[in-house]
């Protein structure tokens, strides 16, 4: 039996949206691959998005494709992929922003 999340008073749901590039990026990979990965963002990031697990951390100021500024994007790991994406509290959305393959023994700053 799978183990329900139950929601109460104190916890938001987040929209999430999908960058246009993430969307290209998903859609090249295998179904299986596309499948694990639309399950984990949804289980992941729907209620705590900026709650870091075993599957998510903040990463430190970097230079991000979809913006001009250093920013502090959050990962997502599923092996062997990287979700790459940022969070609006304001409006309780999550935008994920980059989907990308990390090889073994690559840093993430060298996966982009």
Request: hydrophobic content about 35%; cysteine-free; charged content about 35%.
């Amino acid at each position: 039996m799978k183990a329900q999340r139950y929601t109460n008073a104190y916890t938001s749901v987040y929209r999430i949206v999908i960058d246009r590039r993430a969307q290209d990026e998903v859609a090249r990979l295998p179904a299986h691959a596309r499948a694990r990965l639309a399950t984990y963002i949804a289980r992941e990031l729907t209620y705590e998005p900026m709650r870091t697990t075993a599957h998510k951390k903040r990463l430190r100021p970097l230079k991000v494709p979809w913006s001009r500024q250093a920013e502090q994007p959050w990962q997502l790991a599923v092996e062997p992929y990287r979700v790459f994406y940022d969070v609006d509290e304001t409006d309780k959305v999550v935008f994920v922003r980059l989907v990308r393959r990390k090889p073994p023994g690559k840093k993430t700053e060298e996966i982009r």
